[in-house]
């Protein structure tokens, strides 16, 4: 048996889920085909641009949230904040002296880059200091936070979570995991997830299925992913829209979004 102090980072997200239990949330679980879509990634890696297909499936939702304003805001019982800009939160892992510990990192106006942009700052963010500005906790925040009672701690997140813009600024407007995208595991990631925020995302793993098409059997690249609406904000009809639109995009209009 061996015992180990529990992090501060475990120690926050403990906190966090604690005070976001209860969110009214529902789930979609989509497969998309990514057969067409990673070919044409393939051909624009060859002519030294591009990027990987997690960056153009950021780069897919977050031009559908600037589409469908109402799925990058927030609400809680006494307002709702639409943003301008789409701030994804990803997970990343960073390796600090042989150990390796879980960061989120923002990538800020994911509208606004190009695709190529945002596999390049994805690539460069696990090398990036454990301050740098797109990181949530900083090293700072984490050793201020590590010294107030949890009482205290738990006071601060519940204030902040009333204040959209320091949500924003902290979390970014929307949440995109990747966990099971670089396994062979098929299958769906259902993330806890919550809060103010109107969406979140959790993108699996891809796989060889048979896909009937038209008259005929073919087999293609199919991906998993989950969609997580708050239904505080989102009700169905504009959800499957949001689907669609995503799907859209990653099935036949990617080119759209690699131009």
């Not at 600037?66 to 307002?79: H, T, V």
């Not at 879980?102 to 942009?117: G, M, W």
């Not at 963010?125 to 738990?154: C, E, N, W």
């Not at 806890?192 to 109107?198: D, E, L, V």
Request: hydrophobic share 40%; aromatic share 10%.
């Amino acid at each position: 048996m061996r015992r180990e102090k529990t992090t501060l980072l475990r120690k926050l997200s403990m906190y966090g889920f604690d005070l976001v239990t209860g969110s009214h949330n529902f789930f979609a679980l989509l497969e998309f085909d990514v057969t067409d879509l990673r070919r044409h990634l393939r051909a624009l890696r060859a002519e030294g641009r591009g990027g990987s297909l997690f960056a153009f499936l950021l780069k897919a939702v977050g031009k559908c949230l600037e589409e469908f304003p109402e799925f990058n805001a927030m609400i809680d019982r006494r307002k709702t904040t639409y943003f301008d800009e789409v701030d994804v939160n990803i997970p990343i892992e960073i390796e600090t002296e042989g150990i390796r510990n879980p960061k989120q990192y923002i990538v800020r106006d994911i509208n606004r880059k190009s695709l190529t942009e945002v596999d390049r700052e994805i690539a460069t963010s696990k090398d990036a200091g454990d301050d740098h500005t797109g990181y949530v906790f900083s090293k700072g925040l984490q050793r201020l936070l590590g010294i107030l009672p949890a009482g205290l701690v738990m006071f601060l997140m519940r204030s902040i979570l009333r204040r959209h813009d320091t949500v924003q600024k902290l979390s970014g407007t929307v949440f995109v995991t990747s966990v099971s995208m670089f396994s062979n595991v098929p299958g769906y990631v259902i993330p806890y997830a919550g809060g103010p925020k109107a969406a979140s995302f959790a993108i699996g793993s891809v796989s060889k299925k048979p896909v009937v098409r038209g008259d005929e059997v073919r087999v293609r690249e199919m991906i998993n992913l989950t969609a997580i609406f708050n239904h505080d904000l989102i009700d169905g009809a504009p959800a499957a829209r949001f689907i669609n639109r995503l799907r859209r995009y990653v099935e036949t209009s990617f080119a759209e979004l690699t131009g």
